[in-house]
């Protein structure tokens, strides 16, 4: 079931299209990365989900409805740059947040407390949000975010700050939010958080979607895959075989691009007896590869439609 | 939830965080009693000026009859010496005497007198003194020239000028203008001040929210239209509770002023027995006139004074609010708000000519000027009477103003708080509004 659906969505910023007819979809449950180069319009996309800015163009069906300013209560919004209150006590700022959330102010402070708790920092309850360090904050923000229970969360960055200990922490709690059948956009440019989180991705440039799908069919559709060869012995006492085309090489390592199916086992019968194989490593493309070619290719698409506009 | 629960739920957190803090506390209760204090200290001292010497001379009288007069004056400050003045020197420098005074035989000619002292003392005994010698030798210059007594007593009577005000009525009152003029000057002077500090307590607060990234948290929970009036109304309801704070503390002091101002009155300066009259019943009496020269003060002019500064605050901390959220630090929004603090400074350079003539035609219409009625309508039902429809055609167009105010204000807060980068101009500002 579709949780979320832009169609066509443009939004103008002067003359300069932020949006460009955007129309993407985010099935219920899953965790979707939005990425994309800076400046590529995902924070505009972004806002105009969480109702900050009106799409000028277009449509946004938010849990099977148009999207409406009482949606907001529904939806939890980490933005990228982080903002608390710096003069007033961590409980009366996430009671306050929870409260602009819709909650009462009774459920508000239960919920921070048990947030507080298991996230080991009740103790800060009454600390004063400008003595806090940068990861504690970090953690009260996220906590004042998720604080309503929301069914839809849009998390930009959301390790940003995190030390790995409590990023795990965090990572966990994501999934766990996942289970319970939570919907969340993870917007980031970190590709190892993307790998190890997102079902499926969108992928922004230029304020236009230039991929989307779940992360597994992009990459097998992207039908490039790499082997990783690592050994011990001489090289040059085995054939490698036509369907392998070498990306890099150093003396005990190379990198294959994959364009026959059967190169790599043909690899591997060839080496026996003649080096030894420390690391075989067949996979599928990286998406920093995806990101940074798709991008790449429609950098270069675009320019090559001014530059044959000039002529 | 409704929109209404969250502007209410902004009024509470902007109200609850701001009047806990350490400015307002101080600004509400310390700023009124520092100010009873200097008023209080100037008129203690007012009081005191008169008997401002504890010096007590010595009077060397060659006149034989302008010595005795001194002396007849104040008994306290002079006493007649038989002694030269090779003898008064000698006590002068055991310290036996303060000091002594030669009267010479020619001071109805050239008026000179020397007085002779350690030095120090104060100027207070000269002032004295010279008040004091100075009556004598007048009457004393009369009676040579044969003036008769009524005469000598016509040339003293000077000028007393007293005003009556006759109500509707036909009653005739006690006419406060003078004093009422400057408490209006006070009350347009205390609004021009509150303007100017609710104006950038707001512009600060929107600047924070801005500059610490909490505006996008907010805006994706409220409508900016929310957050900026929740945010206007706390404000506003905080400066109520000063202002309300001011008021009872002032009027809690000028209950209690007559008392004080009794503690400071010696009852002997005020020649007590010759006017049949007790010490203490002396005392209440001049502590009377002093408090009856302070006027009744209006319910009107008071409900004009708060109607005022809401309709001020609301008009000005909107336009503050929505300058404020284009630019993300307190310099570039004081910057960018002067177009408008102008509008706050030209009444008070208007003010002397409205004092001086409440009821002129351009006095009228300026006062009626949205942006300027806040100081210059105050100061008018101080001075003057202001005619009722005038008074109604005024509320009718401040509120209608606040409310294009805020129309203007949420279009410009909208797009401002969520812009970052370039540091846009005033122009870009109207620019805005176009596209809003």
């Known amino acids: 079931m579709e949780l979320l659906k832009l169609n066509n969505v443009t939004k103008y910023f002067g003359d300069y299209k932020a949006t460009n007819n955007v129309s993407f979809s985010i099935k219920k449950g899953q965790i979707c990365g939005l990425i994309g180069p800076n400046g590529a319009g995902k924070t505009t996309i972004i806002r105009q989900i969480t109702n900050i800015y009106m799409p000028d163009e277009g449509e946004i069906i938010l849990f099977g409805e148009p999207i409406k300013p009482v949606h907001q209560n529904r939806i939890a919004y980490l933005p990228e740059e982080r903002g608390l209150y710096k003069k007033i006590k961590v409980i009366d700022m996430l ?217 | 939830m409704s929109s209404s629960n969250k502007i209410f739920t902004i009024i509470s957190h902007e109200y609850t965080s701001k009047i806990k803090s350490k400015g307002f506390i101080i600004g509400t209760f310390l700023a009124p009693i520092a100010i009873a204090l200097i008023l209080a200290v100037t008129v203690v001292f007012s ?25 007849a004056k104040d008994t306290s400050k002079y006493f007649l010496t038989e002694l030269n003045q090779v003898d008064l020197t000698d006590q002068l420098n055991n310290e036996e005497i303060d000091g002594f005074a030669i009267l ?90 509150l303007m100017f500090i609710y104006g950038s307590m707001i512009s600060r607060s929107v600047v924070e929210e801005k500059s610490n990234r909490i505006v996008e948290i907010l805006a994706s929970s409220a409508k900016p239209f929310d957050i900026l009036l929740g945010k206007v109304l706390a404000i506003g309801g905080l400066g109520l509770t000063q202002i309300l704070t001011w008021m009872i503390l002032i009027g809690g002091m000028l209950l209690f002023a007559g008392q004080i101002i009794g503690l400071f009155i010696d009852p002997d300066t005020l020649q007590a027995g010759s006017m049949g009259m007790s010490a203490d019943a002396a005392t209440q009496a001049k502590v009377n006139e002093i408090m009856s020269d302070f006027p009744d003060i209006s319910f009107g002019l008071i409900a004009g004074f708060i109607f005022y500064f809401l309709s001020g605050y609301f008009i000005y901390s909107t336009l503050f609010a929505a300058l404020g959220s284009a630019v993300d630090n307190d310099q570039d929004a004081a910057q960018l708000q002067t177009p408008v603090t102008l509008f706050i400074v030209v009444p008070i350079l208007m003010i002397q000519f409205v004092m001086a003539n409440p009821d002129a035609w351009w006095v009228v219409a300026a006062s009626h000027f949205p942006l300027f009625s806040p100081i210059l309508m105050v100061v008018r039902i101080a001075a003057t009477n202001v005619p009722a429809w005038e008074i109604i055609l005024s509320v009718i167009v401040s509120i209608s103003s606040f409310f294009m105010a805020l129309w203007v204000s949420a279009k410009i807060y909208r797009i401002g708080i969520l812009m970052t980068g370039k540091k846009p101009k005033f122009k870009d500002i109207i620019k805005w509004l176009r596209q809003g």
């Open chain 2, 104 to 193: 010479t035989k020619s001071i109805l000619d050239d008026g000179k007198v020397i007085v002779y002292t350690k030095g120090g003392g104060g100027i207070g005994y000269t002032e004295a003194l010279e008040n004091n010698l100075g009556k004598i030798i007048r009457n004393e210059r009369l009676k040579k020239f044969n003036a008769s007594d009524s005469l000598i007593h016509a040339l003293q009577a000077g000028v007393h000028l007293s005003t009556k005000k006759v109500t509707e009525t036909g009653e005739i009152e006690k006419d406060s203008t003078a004093q009422l003029t400057y408490i209006g000057y006070g009350l347009g002077f205390v609004m021009y001040m």
């Open chain 1, 95 to 311: 009671v306050y947040f929870g409260k602009l959330k819709g909650l009462s102010s009774k459920d508000s402070f239960d919920k921070s407390m048990n947030w507080l708790r298991k996230l080991n920092a009740d103790d800060w309850v009454n600390k004063k949000v400008q003595d806090l360090s940068k990861g504690m904050s970090q953690k009260i923000q996220f906590i004042g975010t998720i604080l309503h229970d929301p069914e839809f969360l849009i998390l930009d960055e959301p390790f940003s700050g995190f030390d790995p200990v409590n990023a795990e922490i965090l990572k966990d709690i994501i999934l766990e939010l996942k289970q319970q059948g939570k919907t969340i956009i993870l917007s980031t440019h970190v590709m190892s958080q993307v790998e190890k989180l997102c079902d499926d991705i969108i992928l922004i440039n230029k304020g236009q979607v230039i991929l989307e799908g779940s992360l597994v069919e992009i990459k097998q559709s992207f039908g490039r895959n790499n082997l990783l060869f690592e050994f011990e012995g001489n090289i040059n006492n085995i054939d490698i075989p036509v369907g392998l085309e070498i990306i890099t090489n150093s003396q005990n390592r190379y990198e294959f691009k994959v364009l026959d199916k059967n190169a790599p086992n043909e690899l591997i019968q060839n080496s026996v007896g003649k080096i030894n194989i420390n690391k075989f490593v067949l996979d599928l493309p990286s998406i920093d590869e995806i990101f940074i070619e798709t991008v790449g290719r429609s950098n270069l698409d675009e320019d090559t439609i001014l530059e044959i506009r000039k002529n």
């Open chain 2, 47 to 71: 009081i005191l000026q008169k008997d401002s010497t504890t010096l007590k001379l010595a009077i060397l009288d060659n006149t034989e009859f302008i010595g005795e007069q001194l002396v």
